[in-house]
């Protein structure tokens, strides 16, 4: 019996620790940013986890808000070349950017 006891003893705090450190490693994840609509579509703008890269979610305007992205883009530095991609490509608007 004290053999398992001590097994208990030292398995439990093992595999709490494990735990921990694998879900501390797997709890980072992406952040929703922004969101918005132009032409016939809507986007979701999001950040990875250390804000260094940014790309779009983009869905038809009548989609479902549950259904799967229509299109997912590349990554962007910045907030501001995502926003610019959507609004040149899927809004139609007619900036100076979008010749660029």
């Known amino acids: 019996m004290k053999l398992i006891q001590i097994l208990k003893l030292a398995v439990i705090p093992v595999l709490s ?19 918005g609509a132009g032409g016939n579509y809507r986007y979701e ?6 804000n260094s890269n940014y790309y779009l979610k983009i869905w038809l305007y009548e ?3 549950t259904s799967s992205p229509y299109s ?10 995502a926003l610019i991609y ?10 100076s950017e979008c010749s660029q």
């Open 17 to 35: 620790v494990l735990s921990f450190v694998s879900t501390s490693n797997t709890a980072l994840a992406d952040y929703l940013n922004s969101q």
């Open 72 to 81: 997912t883009t590349p990554e962007f530095d910045s907030t501001r070349e």
């Open 45 to 50: 703008l999001w950040s990875t986890d250390d």
């Open 86 to 95: 959507f609004d040149c490509n899927y809004a139609e608007k007619n900036l």
């Open 63 to 65: 989609a479902s808000p």
